[in-house]
């Protein structure tokens, strides 16, 4: 089970996503579908048109820079962050 | 006993102000949508939702829905996209909001007008307009203005539920009678203070408005002038005589006397706040042949305010209210038509935009 952590913007926006959750995926692609079946919509906020990673959503496993092809194993560490920017 | 209710959109939430109908005392509650941009945030008359039209940096764009008066939000973006069949356009924002006869348009940048028929649940793409001169160009990045060009604002015919009017940024104004399946461009005797191609689009539509008391008289700020129309939009004739300037975004008119219509005229260079540092509110009574300045109770001194494209709103009382909200986060109000204002918010983000309903 990968070991996924996401941006405290999420979990406001639908009910009991917790910010840290483990994952049985294959690639980052499968990861979120699986959260969108249980979330409806969450794909939407983090992926855009293509389906491409929106531009301001970095994703990293095990520390390094990850798309939405990015394999997973089961210890895989996986950060989903939100670029840091605004004000 | 009625609620008289402000929607105000803000680049960090929306916020719901609300009073009696005495409208002199107001409660602020949020911010809601948990901070995300909100542009324009509107009521539904029929259903009693409330809509907010968002876009995160980080999330994208969605819209948002209350039913119980703001107190709990639901977002959506559930068929908010373009998709490969129409023409590589891409959703960046949703920007302007319409709710009428039984469900909610929204008007998307890239240019295209997207329906809920479920309460915003989920949205289908009703039209991008396709077919409409000069239609292959609205997204060349080499066209682009900074941002770029969308569809802000839907305006609905309060009778035909397939007849409404859209502005598209930078191109003008376009009728459907038959929900977005054909269009006619409505741009004529606008001015342009650029060269055009076709006579029939290139127009900076910034915000239109319908008389209530007159379907067929239409009023509209544009980026040269305000201007009329007597025929429901087929022409225009300018009415800019008299204002410190033909530049601004918001509008108003009144809901019970075709003649009377209210402006917040800017300076229309970088700037774009109210002229020479003092706050205004402009108002016709003869249908743009002479115009008043109401500036009692505004600030009249270092008062740079901007006021974006929805950021006027008038209630429909049997004496009106006037409602505006400003790029620096104050909200004022006028109980008497615009005779007299009173700031009723002071510390909000930067307003988006103001919408006012009466509710039960």
């Known amino acids: 089970m990968a070991d996924l952590h996401l941006p405290p913007t999420l979990p406001p926006l639908y009910r009991d996503l917790p910010r840290r959750l483990d994952i049985e995926a294959a690639t980052v692609e499968e990861a979120i579908a699986h959260l969108d079946e249980r979330w409806p919509g969450l794909r939407d906020r983090l992926c855009e048109q293509g389906p491409v990673l929106r531009r301001h959503i970095h994703v990293y496993v095990d520390r390094e820079r990850a798309d939405l092809d990015t394999a997973l194993d089961a210890r895989s560490r996986v950060d989903v962050i939100t670029a840091i920017s605004g004000g | ?360």
Request: glycine share 12%; proline share 6%; with cysteine.
């Open chain 2, 1 to 360: 006993m009625s609620s008289t209710v402000l929607l105000v959109g803000t680049r960090k939430g929306c916020f719901v102000l609300e009073s009696d109908q005495d409208r002199r005392d107001w409660q602020v509650r949020g911010p809601y949508c948990e901070g995300w941009p909100v542009y324009h945030a509107v009521h539904d008359p029929d259903s009693g939702a409330i809509y907010a039209a968002a876009a995160s940096e980080w999330h994208g764009a969605g819209v948002w829905r209350s039913t119980d008066r703001g107190e709990s939000w639901e977002l959506s973006s559930e068929g908010l996209a373009y998709d490969d069949g129409d023409g590589g356009l891409k959703l960046s924002k949703i920007s302007g909001l319409t709710a009428a006869h039984g469900r909610v348009l929204a008007g998307a940048e890239a240019a295209g007008v997207f329906e809920s028929r479920d309460g915003g649940a989920t949205w289908s793409l009703l039209s991008t307009l396709d077919g409409q001169p000069g239609r292959e160009r609205w997204n060349d990045p080499a066209n682009q203005p900074p941002g770029h060009l969308g569809l802000p604002a839907i305006l609905p015919d309060p009778d035909e539920p397939s007849r409404f009017w859209a502005i598209v940024q930078g191109v003008g104004i376009f009728e459907t009678a038959d929900d977005g399946a054909s269009w006619t461009p409505r741009n004529r005797g606008l001015r342009a203070d650029w060269p055009l191609e076709n006579p029939e689009v290139g127009y900076c539509v910034h915000k239109l408005v319908m008389s209530p008391a007159d379907r067929e008289r239409f009023y509209q700020q544009n980026h040269c002038g305000m201007h009329r129309s007597d025929d429901g939009g087929h022409s225009w004739v300018e009415i800019t005589d008299g204002l410190p300037s033909d530049f601004g975004f918001a509008a108003a008119a009144h809901p019970h006397d075709r003649d009377t219509f209210y402006v917040i005229p800017l300076d229309p260079g970088h700037g774009r706040c109210m002229h020479d540092g003092a706050a205004a509110v402009w108002r016709t009574r003869d249908a743009g042949a002479t115009w008043q300045r109401l500036d009692r109770g505004l600030p009249q001194r270092d008062a740079w305010l901007g006021v974006l494209r929805e950021g006027l709103a008038i209630d429909s009382l049997d004496t009106p209210g006037l409602y505006f909200g400003t790029s620096t986060g104050q909200v004022f109000a006028s109980t008497d038509e615009g005779e007299s204002w009173s700031e009723i918010a002071s510390y909000l983000p930067s307003i988006s935009s103001v919408e006012v309903a009466v509710m039960d």
